[in-house]
């Protein structure tokens, strides 16, 4: 059964710790992508990978750091510098087919709270 | 930056009424856009591609290049349609650039 898997679900950290969001997909694509989902501001990229061994800086890349060693894998971690780091995050995946761009396939996320 | 927005945060319509969540995008060549929705407590997912011209639970978009847009639009909203929705672009392949998803629409089917 193909598709992406995010872990854990639920993710409850202490201020000043460091942790890691991991995201797994069996479809082959090529592009990963992590996003935060907020109430009323809607999907804002963090990072993103095009290629095994490569990653860019999405939109609010401040406080998080990713790795990109496997095709399949993708984890983000979430640093104590991240000011605000309680939220929803989304894994997603993308390729193309018959050359034409295919859309994202989404994780089903995993909600990270820090007490 | 090249982005798609949405410019209602929140769209409350009766049932039976008809449905238009607006998306305009602002980035040049030939656009390929999509429509994604969040039921409550489900994961995002694929509504419609525009390439494929699809018409998914009695949803259509057309692109309009000269308005720069891609609304979705649906004849007659039932309350299953009640969700968050997403137009966003495919994705990053090749030569094109990022392009950041629209701030998302929510949709309230009152019955």
């Known amino acids: 059964d193909g598709g992406i898997t995010q872990s854990p679900k639920y993710l409850f950290r202490k201020e000043g710790q460091n942790v890691t969001l991991s995201c797994e997909q069996n479809l082959n694509h090529d592009a990963m992508y992590w996003y935060r989902q907020d109430p009323g501001q809607g999907l804002r990229l963090i990072y993103y990978?095009?290629?095994?061994?490569?990653?860019q800086k999405g939109d609010i890349a401040e406080g998080y750091s990713v790795s990109r060693e496997k095709k399949e894998s993708f984890p983000l971690t979430v640093t104590s510098a991240q000011k605000n780091p309680t939220a929803f995050y989304l894994c997603?995946?993308?390729?193309?087919?018959?050359?034409?761009?295919?859309?994202?396939?989404f994780g089903s996320g995993t909600r990270l709270t820090v007490v | 930056a090249q982005r798609v927005t949405q410019p209602e945060k929140l769209l409350s319509v009766f049932k039976g009424a008809p449905v238009e969540l607006k998306c305009n995008y602002s980035?040049?060549?030939?656009?390929?856009l999509f429509w994604y929705v969040q039921y409550s407590r489900q994961r995002l997912q694929l509504l419609l591609r525009?390439?494929s011209r699809e018409s998914i639970k009695g949803f259509t978009a057309d692109l309009n290049k000269g308005e720069t847009s891609f609304h979705l639009k649906k004849p007659f909203a039932q309350e299953e349609d009640s969700a968050m929705y997403y137009c966003a672009p495919p994705g990053l392949s090749g030569g094109y650039q990022k392009v950041t998803f629209g701030t998302g629409t929510k949709l309230q089917v009152i019955p």
């Open positions: 980035y040049s060549g030939s656009p390929e």
């Open positions: 990978s095009q290629i095994v061994n490569d990653f």
């Open positions: 525009h390439i």
């Open positions: 997603a995946s993308s390729t193309t087919l018959m050359g034409r761009l295919y859309g994202y396939t």
